[in-house]
């Protein structure tokens, strides 16, 4: 309908990013979920995919993004709350996620004592991630951190008895009160304070015992998190110094009794991204919690928990350049620039290929990493989890902002207003490479592998050795990477170049075994070259741009 004073006609504009199903899209989701062993999830993935793809999951997730967390402290008398408040559409998506299992499908077998975990159950829970995290990323805090929680809690028995099976549930129950009364749990993380940071050590938060000592017994907590994250959770892993050292121990919100136990929330962070999400900083005045594990054995108790949310937040960053990939991809198809879709012009061409490499890439190893994780009894599988979980993590995250950078910028202006998927997803991508542990923590955490654990190494280098047998151009990045092993001395001034060498070897291997042969040449020309790259959309002039990004995102 026009009208008298009608100044255009909007046209040449991209349709919205909607109602795409995000497991039947995405081929080098659906063949890594095979290849990994997943493929019995497949039907499910896919109802998952749809729903997650859909106009009105993504519309929950717009939702929760514009309308964050609220902190209530006191109620209108004075009396304290510690409660936090969410819009609606939070509360939807985690009751997607939640019915999918992402907090607790890789231990359903806990339900029956004696079974045995069902197969590529960590690569079918990863692929979920993967896609919810699309729909919305804020949520799956608490998703992952009830998923890494549960071999932590394993680790006392009496504590496992009370909350793992509500933690099984795949009921959403959001509702503040004591955990008894609850259909399901979730559960949260404190360990950082203001003077340590990632130096847990430096903790100064005070926990005494309130009787006797020992795995189990109660202990009173006081001191302060300057980060506890999901502080809606129904319990915490906390670290706090007993008298034996730091140690690790679950602080409910309710006790035993029902009344509401010391944890006095000081405020909400104002954070760059992952804003649906509630971070708080905490004071536990006379906190009661209870000891998991020995008194001074607080990180290796708790570093379980740690592993698994490494895993989480590689799968979560993949996810997030697939979906920042995708919207890119679409634009350029449906926009017209001098007489020609973006998608047809050289450049762009190349650029959109070039991003499709990284965001394969990243799938691909980081679901290699998942498969590792559902073979706890292979020593294979144990040393690829064990050193390639911190060389995953590390690469995956650090490239995600970078690329959501370059594909928000292939939508121009629309990119960067917050209407649209870019400018959140460029927001958000920085957190997965700064949570549980940032760049250099990950690179440390390599070195410490190849200090101790020498067997641990050799057995991902016999690995990647036979992966590159017929490729002159791996074979040749993996001698720069053992080479680089021996150099002992200055291990330590090049741990960062080590992790990064490993990562691209490790993600070749997988590509050159497995995908089309566009991609894994080109991935292989250009990220294990000696040609320095500092932007995208270089050294694709002999590749086949145009397959390479239909593979990506099919029309």
């Given at each position: 309908m026009t009208t008298p004073f009608a100044t255009h006609e909007v046209f040449n504009q991209s349709p919205p990013f909607q109602d795409v199903n995000l497991f039947t899209s995405?081929?080098?989701?659906?063949?890594?979920?095979?290849?990994?062993?997943?493929?019995?999830?497949?039907?499910?993935?896919?109802?998952?995919?749809?729903?997650?793809?859909?106009?009105?999951?993504?519309e929950c997730g717009r939702l929760a993004n514009e309308n964050p967390p609220r902190l209530r402290a006191f109620d209108s008398k004075g009396r304290r709350l510690d409660s936090i408040e969410f819009h609606p559409?939070?509360?939807?998506?985690?009751?997607?996620?939640?019915?999918?299992?992402?907090?607790?499908?890789?231990?359903?077998?806990?339900?029956?004592?004696?079974?045995?975990?069902?197969?590529?159950?960590?690569?079918?829970?990863?692929?979920?991630?993967?896609?919810?995290?699309?729909?919305?990323?804020?949520?799956?805090?608490p998703m992952t951190m009830t998923n890494a929680a549960v071999p932590t809690l394993l680790r006392e028995p009496q504590l496992a008895k009370s909350w793992i099976p509500k933690i099984l549930s795949r009921t959403y129950d959001k509702d503040f009160k004591p955990a008894m009364d609850k259909a399901s749990l979730t559960i949260g993380m404190g360990m950082t304070e203001k003077q340590g940071g990632t130096d847990v050590r430096a903790n100064a938060t005070r926990a005494v015992p309130a009787g006797s000592r020992g795995p189990g017994a109660e202990y009173i907590i006081t001191g302060h998190k300057w980060f506890m994250s999901a502080p809606m959770c129904d319990a915490f892993l906390v670290l706090a110094?007993?008298?034996?050292?730091?140690?690790?121990?679950?602080?409910?919100?309710?006790?035993?009794?029902?009344?509401?136990?010391?944890?006095?929330?000081?405020?909400?962070?104002?954070?760059?991204?992952?804003?649906?999400?509630?971070?708080?900083?905490?004071?536990?005045?006379?906190?009661?919690?209870?000891?998991?594990?020995?008194?001074?054995?607080?990180?290796?108790?708790?570093?379980?928990?740690?592993?698994?949310?490494?895993?989480?937040?590689?799968?979560?960053?993949?996810?997030?350049?697939?979906?920042?990939?995708?919207?890119?991809?679409?634009?350029?198809?449906?926009?017209?620039?001098?007489?020609?879709?973006?998608?047809?012009?050289?450049?762009?061409?190349?650029?959109?290929?070039?991003?499709?490499?990284?965001?394969?890439?990243?799938?691909?190893?980081?679901?290699?990493?998942?498969?590792?994780?559902?073979?706890?009894s292979d020593r294979r599988a144990v040393a690829w989890r064990r050193l390639m979980t911190p060389v995953t993590k590390y690469w995956v995250c650090k490239i995600g902002p970078a690329l959501a950078y370059e594909a928000m910028e292939c939508l121009g202006g629309n990119g960067y207003v917050e209407e649209g998927l870019a400018a959140r997803l460029y927001r958000e991508l920085p957190v997965n490479a700064i949570w549980e542990g940032s760049g250099n923590v990950m690179a440390l955490d390599l070195l410490r592998v190849l200090q101790r654990e020498p067997d641990t190494v050799a057995s991902v280098m016999d690995d990647l050795r036979d992966a590159t047998r017929g490729d002159a151009h791996l074979k040749a990045h993996f001698s720069r990477v053992h080479t680089l092993l021996q150099d002992q001395p200055v291990l330590e001034w090049r741990a960062r170049e080590l992790t990064e060498a490993l990562a691209v070897l490790?993600?070749?291997?997988?590509?050159?075994?497995?995908?089309?042969?566009?991609?894994?040449?080109?991935?292989?020309?250009?990220?294990?070259?000696?040609?320095?790259?500092?932007?995208?959309?270089?050294?694709?002039?002999?590749?086949?741009?145009?397959?390479?990004?239909?593979?990506?995102?099919?029309?």
């Open positions: 995405d081929a080098a989701l659906m063949e890594a979920v095979k290849r990994e062993g997943a493929m019995h999830a497949a039907a499910g993935l896919s109802a998952f995919g749809a729903a997650c793809g859909s106009a009105q999951a993504f559409a939070y509360h939807q998506c985690m009751q997607m996620s939640m019915a999918e299992g992402l907090h607790c499908s890789a231990w359903d077998h806990l339900a029956k004592p004696g079974s045995q975990p069902l197969p590529g159950a960590n690569v079918a829970r990863s692929a979920g991630t993967y896609m919810a995290i699309q729909m919305e990323a804020g949520h799956q805090c110094q007993a008298p034996g050292g730091l140690s690790c121990f679950l602080m409910p919100r309710f006790l035993p009794d029902a009344s509401v136990n010391a944890l006095a929330f000081q405020r909400l962070k104002d954070k760059l991204g992952n804003r649906s999400n509630a971070s708080c900083e905490v004071e536990f005045q006379g906190a009661h919690a209870w000891l998991i594990g020995e008194e001074g054995r607080g990180v290796p108790t708790i570093i379980e928990m740690v592993t698994h949310t490494r895993l989480d937040c590689a799968v979560g960053s993949a996810g997030l350049m697939r979906l920042t990939l995708a919207n890119a991809i679409q634009h350029c198809r449906h926009r017209s620039v001098f007489q020609k879709h973006l998608i047809d012009q050289p450049l762009m061409s190349q650029v959109l290929a070039d991003l499709a490499l990284d965001v394969e890439a990243a799938t691909v190893l980081s679901l290699r990493l998942s498969h590792s994780f559902d073979h706890a490790a993600a070749g291997s997988i590509l050159r075994a497995h995908a089309p042969t566009a991609v894994a040449d080109a991935f292989i020309a250009t990220r294990l070259s000696s040609h320095t790259r500092h932007t995208y959309g270089q050294g694709l002039a002999g590749a086949d741009a145009r397959a390479i990004v239909d593979r990506a995102f099919p029309h």
